[in-house]
Every structure is written in structure tokens, then in C-alpha cells.
């Protein structure tokens, strides 16, 4: 179906975001102009804050629980906004395991695909991390550029909010940064909701995806050895 009739389906009107309205992480963070500074998996992911049902790309994340039919939070949003026929497909999956994912389509969403998967409740590093990497081989199987994911497990599901975005941060990177398929996804949102979530991907997201240049190992030395010749005598340089 072409673009512009999809959108008259759309449950929430007008009101939608494209992709091409959300910066990537290197231009929130100011390198945008500087194309040969930082890595450049940072102008691969976003830091989106918003309503994860309003995002107008390939597909987005549901955490979901194991039935599949809707819940509380992000996953009733995401089924009141795609409508009925949602409930009717996940009906169809007969249910999800902890740690892995299944597709549907996004019907009345802007996103063309829900992704939705089952995290662990208070703890389990391997489960969540499966959740994310089971949703990204979903969306490479089905040729899916761009994927929005909200906090996995974080909410009353208990798991704690930091290690949950290390794990997240961890596993996209991860991917993107695997020369046989990680090019196959052009965009990674992180999409949050709370304002203590943003400041913590905020916070975290330059230690995976560095928006500076890092010295290489020939410069580190030359730097450790500049700094020792320029030690006082009598002294050696600081720990």
C-alpha cells in the first residue's frame, strides 16, 4: 500500500513522527558537521524521548508479556493504538518465551512491523539481551531498516533501569558493528518515555557510541611517553 494511504489509517491522524524528524545520535550530540570525527555507529542510533506508538519507521518494539495480547503500559498503548486486528495476529502466535520475539504487522501504527518480545522480571542478563538481539534478527529476516526500541523489563517488570540500558546499549552495538549483517539496519532508536531514562541513556550512550575521535594506540603511547619526559625530575607522573 502506498505511503500516503497508510497514513489515512493511521490511529493517530496527523500526529505521527517520521524518521527523517529524529536525529541521529552523533547530531544530538553536536558532530554531525564533523564527518571524520567519533565513530561512525553514532550516526546510526537515535535518543528519541516520545510516544514509541507515534514513530512513522520500519518497526517498533513491544514489551510484551507472555501471552501476547496486550497488557499494561507500553504494551496496551501499543495495542490500543494498532487496533483489533493486532489482538486477532499475536491470538494466532500462540504466545511468547522469555527472551525471544515474534513479528506482526503495525495495522492502524505508523510502523509497518511490531516487533514483540518477553523480558525477564527482576533479573536475567542473557534473557534481556536476547530480547533485543532476537528483535534485531527479526528485522534483518524481514529486510526492516529501522527499529525503535522502548526500556525492556524496566518497569514493573523490576529490572534495574541501568544495567538494563548497558545490556541494551551492549547488544545494539554489538550488532551494527557485525560485517555480515549489522549494515542491513540503517537506524536503532532508543525510545524513552521518563526523564530519568533519558538522562541515563544520555549519560551512557558516549561510552558505546563515542561522538569524539579516540586516540589510536600509536597516539596513546606518544602521549604516555610526552607525559612522562615532562614529569619534574624526582617525580613520576600522576596515577
Known amino acids: 500500500m502506498p505511503l500516503e494511504e497508510r497514513r489515512k489509517q493511521y490511529s493517530c491522524g496527523e500526529n505521527y513522527t517520521p524518521m527523517v524528524d529524529i536525529p541521529t545520535w552523533a547530531q544530538q550530540a553536536g558532530a554531525a558537521k564533523q564527518p571524520n570525527d567519533g565513530d561512525p555507529l553514532a550516526r546510526r542510533v537515535s535518543l528519541h524521548v516520545g510516544d514509541i506508538t507515534k514513530l512513522e519507521i520500519d518497526a517498533i518494539v513491544n514489551a510484551a508479556n507472555s501471552s501476547l495480547l496486550g497488557g499494561g503500559g507500553v504494551d496496551g498503548a501499543i495495542h490500543r493504538a494498532a487496533g483489533p486486528l493486532l489482538k486477532a495476529e499475536c491470538a494466532q ?78 547488544t545494539v552495538r554489538d550488532f551494527l558493528a557485525n560485517d555480515k549483517y549489522g549494515e542491513k539496519i540503517e537506524r536503532i532508536i532508543f525510545c524513552v518515555f521518563l526523564d530519568a531514562d533519558y538522562r ?24 604516555e611517553a610526552a607525559a612522562e619526559t615532562s614529569a619534574p625530575a624526582g617525580e613520576t607522573s600522576a596515577c
Open 93 to 170: 502466535l500462540k504466545g511468547c518465551e522469555t527472551g525471544d520475539a515474534k513479528a506482526t504487522c503495525g495495522y492502524k501504527l505508523p510502523a509497518r512491523y511490531v516487533l514483540h518480545t518477553v523480558g525477564p522480571m527482576g533479573s536475567g542478563d542473557k534473557a534481556l539481551r536476547s530480547c533485543y538481539s532476537r528483535c534485531l534478527e527479526l528485522a534483518r529476516q524481514h529486510g526492516l531498516t529501522s527499529v525503535a526500541f522502548p526500556c525492556i523489563s524496566t518497569g514493573v517488570y523490576g529490572f534495574p533501569a541501568e544495567r538494563a540500558a548497558k545490556i541494551a546499549l551492549e
Open 200 to 223: 541515563l541513556y544520555t549519560q551512557l550512550l558516549p561510552e558505546y557510541f563515542p561522538t569524539k575521535r579516540l586516540p589510536t594506540k600509536k597516539q596513546k603511547e606518544e602521549q
